[in-house]
């Protein structure tokens, strides 16, 4: 499995705390991480392989662009601002990549927002359910992650067009159960909400001593 962080040089801030919290939370962590950005910045040494894409005009293409490399991987994929807050169930994560290699399913949402009940962890999403297709924390096959993001261009996107074109797919998809206490990955769902950090991101960050330079954008108001 590789882990894909998807961001754009306009969050770079994020990028610091996310790693550091990463670490703090998946400490054994082996799977390659990359982080994909639309500008490439020299010095910024965050122990973690670079994707950058300077020719992507926006957010679908640069998932695009990653997404074609692979064909036998699976991709977990993250967004910069989703800060790890406890740590990973790394038996969860096993679990879901079982049931990737499964013939036919193309996605394993790890993040239960919104969950799907059943009798086990994981359960199968119907067709014609609301945001069968999440921007939450999900493991993809990268053929079907990159049909996905053929037809989008930006995140606000990614769970409407998607959902609506996974339709036509043949591919299942599972999500983890909501009802159940453990879940495979938790995280602050937006450390930055409008452009702005929000106050979880400072209380998280302060909590666990994690530098942020705070001056790059303004501190939502509660």
């Excluded at 879901?96 to 994981?122: H, S």
């Excluded at 990955?185 to 400072?202: D, N, V």
Aim: hydrophobic share 40%.
């Amino acid at each position: 499995m590789r882990i894909a962080v998807i961001s754009c040089d306009k969050y770079r801030d994020a990028w610091r705390p996310f790693f550091a919290l990463f670490a703090r939370f998946w400490t054994h962590c082996e799977h390659e991480r990359f982080l994909l950005t639309d500008r490439l910045r020299d010095g910024c040494d965050l122990g973690v392989n670079w994707s950058y894409f300077e020719r992507a005009d926006h957010w679908g293409e640069i998932l695009r662009e990653f997404s074609g490399v692979f064909d036998d991987d699976s991709i977990l994929l993250l967004q910069e601002d989703f800060f790890l807050n406890a740590p990973v169930d790394e038996s969860r994560i096993a679990q879901a990549l079982d049931i990737l290699a499964r013939r036919g399913v193309g996605m394993v949402r790890l993040y239960p927002c919104p969950g799907m009940e059943g009798r086990d962890a994981f359960n199968r999403v119907p067709r014609g359910a609301a945001y069968r297709i999440s921007c939450q924390a999900s493991i993809w096959k990268p053929h079907f992650l990159h049909r996905i993001a053929l037809a989008i261009r930006h995140p606000w996107e990614f769970e409407i067009e998607g959902t609506r074109l996974a339709e036509s797919l043949p591919e299942e998809v599972y999500a983890f159960n909501r009802e159940l206490s453990a879940w495979p990955i938790q995280y602050l769902c937006s450390a930055i909400s409008r452009g702005k950090w929000t106050q979880g991101a400072r209380e998280l960050c302060a909590r666990e001593a994690i530098d942020v330079d705070w001056t790059k954008r303004e501190l939502e108001c509660v």
